[in-house]
């Protein structure tokens, strides 16, 4: 069974996770996630590109393996850029990446996008595509917040 991703996402080669649209030079994990936008292109891994915790000097080569990362000038470790994305563990992957946050109202893939700004909404489907918003069991938004 395979999942029904949001518009600009793709199914992995599982079908069980979502994976955002890449376009040319941007970091990729699969060859679909470019194929989406560029006919004939694959996804080509930098050897030297660096996942989550790993030691770095600048932010490049946390960035060619893990979109929303970036070289922590302090630890000197990749981590996901503040403020814009969260470390997160895709269901059924081994390595956690970085997943953007997202408002209430903004088009999400997971709970913790939305979560990040607000701890009382959740990512529901909303007339096909999925969004974050209030438990409605619970929750109502007033003024950007659940």
């Keep these: ?3 029904s991703c949001p518009v600009r996402y793709v199914n992995d080669a599982n079908g069980k996770t979502c994976l955002p649209v890449k376009r040319l030079d941007e970091p990729c994990v699969i060859s679909e996630q470019c194929l989406a936008t560029s006919p004939d292109s694959t996804c080509l891994k930098n050897a030297d590109a660096l996942g989550l915790g790993e030691d770095c000097v600048t932010g490049d080569l ?5 979109t929303g990362s970036t070289c922590d ?3 000197k470790k990749c981590v996901c850029e ?6 997160f563990r895709i269901p059924n992957q081994t390595l956690d990446t970085c997943i953007p ?9 997971y709970d913790e996008s ?5 701890a009382n909404a959740l990512c529901l489907s909303q007339n096909g595509e999925k969004r974050c918003g209030c438990n ?3 929750f109502t938004a007033v003024l950007g917040q659940c």
């Design 1 to 3: 069974m395979l999942c």
């Design 136 to 138: 409605s069991k619970n």
């Design 101 to 109: 946050v997202v408002s209430l109202d903004g088009i999400c893939v």
């Design 82 to 87: 503040a403020n814009n994305y969260i470390q």
């Design 114 to 118: 939305c979560q990040a700004t607000d």
């Design 73 to 75: 000038a302090g630890s």
């Design 62 to 66: 946390c960035q060619a393996r893990v």
